[in-house]
């Protein structure tokens, strides 16, 4: 299964971006958007259609890379729920889980079931979808000079 063809994807930030978004480059313009988005958009998760709980703001970006700089650009922003946003920023969650002992364990298999349930597939799609993912994150993560283009925000940094 191509990542194509997967509704819930893992979408590493590369490390030099990490901190760089809309919601910390410009709260009030966050706050606007996010009440925005959810009188716009069905109720419920964008991703699995989960109605309950807080649903979160997830920023879907592209990445242009070239050899010594590259440019992020957001495509868009979804209403999440907490377990597809958790799988999209899995290394983020991996990282929280790790000192959790076995509670953590329990979080990382019933997340990694969303995963398989939500783009109705294996384990070998998710153990390969990860290490695409891994290896985009670390290519990426070697490129120091990014623009981050906010596109219809105007904003860049």
Known sequence: MSAAELRLKIELIPRPLWGRNLRLSDRP????LRKKLAGDSEPGC???GKPEGQLQGHEEW????????????LRGVNLVCQDCHSIHHIGRTQRLLLGQGETGRI????LIAHFLRVNQCDGAAWAQHSRQAKAD??????????TVDFGVWGLKT
């Open 46 to 48: 964008a991703i699995c």
């Open 107 to 110: 979080e990382w298999t019933r």
């Open 137 to 146: 994150w670390e290519r990426r993560s070697k490129i120091i000079n990014w």
């Open 29 to 32: 313009q966050w706050r606007v």
């Open 62 to 73: 592209e990445y242009i890379e070239r050899k010594k700089s590259g440019i992020a650009r």
